[in-house]
């Protein structure tokens, strides 16, 4: 009865390469975000789509592109991937926006070599 | 500046110790604060929040807020070894329409037996 879940939990792969990062959550909520945690730990919003809209789109490169089939659902999709991109990209859901509890997914930690 | 800062640690308390992380926040506009845990290698997940200046208080967990100073902090008396963590703070503008959490890069705090 996993609730935000994300696949894979680990991604390891070359400069150049196209990768995605999937993520799912099954408590009804209707937003979803995207965020990536440095190696100082530091964790800042990349995304937020709430009802398959994407409502917060941060300074992210354009290589970074989410994709939302529905409520339950909010993907990842990074072209040319740059060593600065290794990461741990969690994704996140909550019952409308803004403050209300936000949920995490356990974490994908992306390495690029 | 940064936008919410706290101070990266390791914060070092005895077991049965009262611990008090501290942080403080640039704008003035900020209107709900959350205190998130997270442990080495899992997700964050959510502690507290507070939105009035004054105290809340959960169990051995007690946040502060004192917007005047732009200050929060949160207070876990009776400190386990389990408490030891990464803390993040985290504060929310309703008002700009961007709706996200902006995340402090966390204080680790270690609880000694």
């Known amino acids: 009865d996993t609730a935000v879940s994300q696949t894979p939990k680990y991604l390891v792969t070359q400069m150049g390469n196209d990768k995605s990062i999937k993520c799912e959550q099954n408590?009804?909520?209707?937003?979803m975000y995207w965020y990536k945690q440095d190696s100082k730990k530091f964790l800042k919003i990349m995304f937020s789509?709430?009802?398959?809209?994407?409502?917060i789109n941060e300074t992210v490169p354009n290589r970074f592109s989410p994709k939302s089939p529905d409520k339950a659902h909010l993907n990842l999709h990074i072209n040319s991937l740059e060593l600065g991109d290794s990461a741990v990209y969690f994704c996140?859901?909550?019952?409308?926006?803004?403050?209300?509890?936000?949920?995490f997914g356990p974490g994908t930690r992306l390495t690029v070599l | 500046q940064k936008e919410v800062e706290q101070n990266s640690g390791p914060l070092s308390v005895p077991e049965g110790a009262i611990a008090s992380l501290n942080c403080t926040y640039s704008?003035?506009?900020?209107?709900?604060f959350f205190w998130y845990r997270q442990y080495s290698g899992k997700s964050p997940e959510l502690i507290m929040f507070?939105?009035?200046?004054g105290d809340k208080e959960d169990g051995r967990f007690t946040a502060q807020l004192n917007k005047a100073s732009q200050y929060v902090s949160l207070l876990i008396r009776d400190s386990q070894p389990s408490d030891s963590a990464t803390y993040l703070c985290?504060?929310?503008?309703?008002?700009?329409?961007?709706?996200?959490?902006?995340f402090g890069s966390g204080t680790r705090l270690q609880v000694q037996p």
């Open positions: 704008d003035r506009g900020s209107q709900s």
């Open positions: 996140a859901s909550s019952l409308g926006g803004g403050g209300n509890t936000q949920n």
């Open positions: 985290a504060v929310l503008n309703m008002d700009t329409g961007r709706r996200a959490l902006t």
């Open positions: 507070i939105y009035s200046n």
């Open positions: 408590l009804g909520h209707d937003t």
């Open positions: 789509y709430n009802n398959k809209e994407l409502i």
